[in-house]
């Protein structure tokens, strides 16, 4: 059986395809670098992240972008040839919702090496690429303008020419959803003659949901399928929250699978999920009226779901240990946020030495190494050498959901005793909480542990004595969906250094180990 997720922790909007005998799926990364995530596998159950095809400025500019932005819904697509990878970036959530769609493509996807980015337009968010069986490729849109009170203005077609590398010919609203709910991920497949529409409705919080319409021509009209295919609501006892905004690939076989996105909570009683929306995964099947069906019946998800019937692949072995002092490069598992800070790191062998930069509130330039959280019990250490001289040089371990979401963990030094000092910090809805907890220490060299259980996180740190507890436990709430405004993402663990005096003061990380306790 396979288990649901099936990507776990901050990997949502799941797109699909597969070449020859590989799967693909590529899923949001929002304001984190690199961009898109992509995992492969070759039985559906086990999973790698593979490589992320936006790992240039060229191809992807995240500075500035607001918590939350960035990267939204990328579309994976094959054309037996070529792959493609349509994404938008987001860089104003507000009324005008300023959304730049560009387009990637790759003749080998095993490589990881994608092109340089064609602009395609900025007609709202969640595009996706059409391969029709006469040749043509087509854009598909929703327009969202909020300014004047609306939340979807329809689904729009034009037409893309590979060759010219731009849009061509009249851009026309070919659906337009009649109960006025906001439609998003929306995929355009084809079967028996048949245009589909697979489409996320509900918004992507408790009432997110996974429906589909059909036309026996591309520019409709559509009807709409008189079920929902895939939802969770008004179900707490559910492993899987949230279901919806989804996907369709089909085995050598001839099994249909869709994968989708899903939530699990982090604490059962307070219904909060600070792993986020995750990846998931059904079997699918085509009834006798010509619309998909779940194969386990009805129309919710399941934890647990039948593997194809080709499954041989063995889990590969995953390495959360990361050893610094043993590498020259950071390890595909880590991302940076918005932007890469190559500039900021060396490696030798004492570790990983990280320049500090930005304050942890900004939208810019910051030295931070972080990890998705994927499960509700786990901890995290990780061992640094800092020498700070004021209070604006600061290193440590932080459990984050955004620039106004976290906790601290850090080092620094007092102004007023120039004294080493651990302490830490919290900052709740962009405002910070000082929390007084502040310990002097001697040495140079410390380690830094997160435990966290579920909505109860705990930091502790060694001293010449052993370990010690350090601070009052910390509510993961903080960091959860559910505690952020239009929050859709998830947290993350990682490792950072502010210098908000001169940008130069350095600290080395050892290491930074992550331990995974339960699903």
């Given at each position: 059986?396979?288990?649901?997720p099936i ?10 395809i ?19 995530a992509?995992?492969?596998s070759?039985?559906?159950k086990?999973?790698?992240l ?18 939350g932005?960035g990267?939204?819904?990328p ?24 959304t ?7 003749d ?8 340089e ?8 968010f ?21 300014a ?5 203005n ?5 037409e ?15 659906y ?5 709910e ?11 003659g ?13 009432r ?11 520019m409709?009209p ?7 295919l895939?939802h ?5 006892s ?8 989804a ?25 909060t ?52 002092k ?10 940076a946020?918005?932007g890469?800070i ?16 930005d ?31 004021c ?14 979401h ?5 080092i620094?030094?007092?102004?007023d ?7 830490t ?16 220490i001697s040495?140079t ?13 705990q930091?502790a ?15 993961m709430?903080v ?19 502010q ?15 992550l ?5």
């Open positions: 059986m396979i288990e649901n990507i776990r922790g901050f990997n949502p909007d799941p797109s699909i597969r070449v020859k005998d590989t799967y693909y799926i590529a899923t949001s990364t929002f304001e984190w670098w690199p961009g898109v992509v995992y492969s070759k039985d559906l086990n999973w790698r593979d490589h992320y095809p936006l790992n240039r400025i060229s191809q992807l500019n995240l500075q500035g972008v607001p918590d932005g990267i939204w819904a579309c994976l697509s094959y054309d037996g040839n070529e792959a493609f990878l349509v994404y938008t970036n987001v860089k104003e959530r507000g009324p005008f919702m300023t730049d769609n560009y387009l990637v493509y790759t080998d996807i095993t490589s990881g090496k994608w092109s980015p064609v602009y395609l337009n900025s007609l709202g969640d595009p996706s690429l059409f391969h029709d069986d006469d040749g043509k490729k087509w854009l598909l849109n929703l327009d969202n303008h909020y004047e009170g609306k939340r979807f329809g689904l729009w077609l034009q893309y020419d590979h060759n010219q590398k731009k849009l061509v010919g009249e851009v026309k609203q070919f337009k959803e009649p109960h006025n906001l439609v998003e991920g929306t995929h355009i497949f084809k079967h028996d048949k245009y589909y529409i697979l489409k996320a409705q509900g918004g992507t919080g408790w997110h949901s996974a429906q589909m319409s059909r036309s026996d021509n591309l409709g559509y009807e709409d399928d008189p079920q929902i895939l969770s609501r008004d179900n707490d559910l492993y899987i929250q949230k279901a919806g905004h996907d369709i690939v089909e085995t050598p076989d001839g099994e249909i699978y869709m994968v989708h996105l899903g939530s699990r909570y982090n604490d059962s009683e307070d219904k999920t600070y792993c986020g929306r995750e990846t998931c995964i059904e079997k699918v099947y085509w009834n006798e009226d010509g619309w998909l069906r779940l194969s386990h019946g009805g129309n919710n998800p399941s934890r647990y779901i039948e593997e194809p019937s080709n499954t041989e692949e063995k889990a590969q072995e995953r390495n959360l240990n990361f050893d610094f043993t590498k020259m490069a950071l390890d595909k598992e880590l991302m946020l918005r890469p190559d500039d900021r790191l060396t490696f030798s062998g004492k570790g990983l030495t990280v320049a500090g930069s304050g942890l509130l900004s939208k810019f330039k910051q030295s931070l190494i972080a990890h998705r959280i994927e499960e509700r019990n786990m901890t995290a250490e990780t061992k640094l050498e800092f020498e700070p001289e209070e604006k040089h600061m290193a440590g371990l932080i459990v984050m959901y955004d620039t106004g976290w906790h601290y963990l850090y620094s030094c007092s102004n005793t120039g004294k080493r000092t651990i302490n910090l919290t900052c709740n809805h962009h405002k910070l909480e000082y929390t007084h907890e502040q310990e002097v040495d060299s410390v380690t830094l542990k997160a435990y966290i259980n579920e909505s109860d996180l930091f740190y060694n001293d010449v004595s052993g370990e010690k507890k350090f601070g009052a436990v910390k509510d709430r960091v959860t969906d559910e505690n952020v405004y239009l929050g859709f993402t998830g947290a993350v663990i990682g490792i950072c250094v210098d908000m005096y001169m940008r130069e003061k350095e600290a080395t990380f050892e290491y930074f180990n331990e995974n306790k339960n699903g």
